[in-house]
């Protein structure tokens, strides 16, 4: 069974930065792409960005490019994303998925999330 346990979440002010953690356990890690969604009150989950397998070709969704990297050691079971420059509009929970692709329903596995608030 996949678990997903994402860490590195809370409250920052605007133009601060946050790491964001994702260990997966249960199975192979580096056979798995990998995505960060983020969910705002009374909003839909949308794409953050996400990664291949192997750790090569992220891809951002256009209103965090520039400012959140994406990442993952294969070594450490473990995914990654920076966020600089953030923004009140970054406030939402955030959540790590394996999968592929930039809608929800093409991940199979999700963690529980983590709270991000962006706020003076």
């Known amino acids: 069974q996949v678990q997903l346990v994402e860490s590195g979440g809370g409250l920052v002010q605007p133009g601060g930065s946050l790491i964001l953690s994702c260990v997966l356990s249960?199975?192979?890690?580096?056979?798995?792409?990998m995505g960060w969604f983020r969910q705002a009150p009374g909003k839909e989950r949308e794409f953050v960005a996400n990664?291949?397998?192997?750790?090569?070709?992220?891809y951002y969704a256009d209103s965090v490019k520039g400012r959140f990297i994406i990442s993952k050691d294969n070594a450490k079971n473990t995914m990654y994303l920076e966020m600089n420059s953030l923004k009140a509009e970054d406030t939402a929970v955030y959540y790590c998925?394996?999968?592929?692709?930039?809608?929800?329903?093409?991940?199979?596995?999700w963690g529980q999330g983590t709270q991000v608030t962006v706020s003076s």
């Open positions: 990664i291949s397998w192997s750790g090569a070709r992220p």
């Open positions: 249960g199975r192979t890690f580096g056979r798995y792409g």
């Open positions: 998925a394996a999968g592929a692709g930039v809608l929800y329903w093409e991940y199979e596995f």
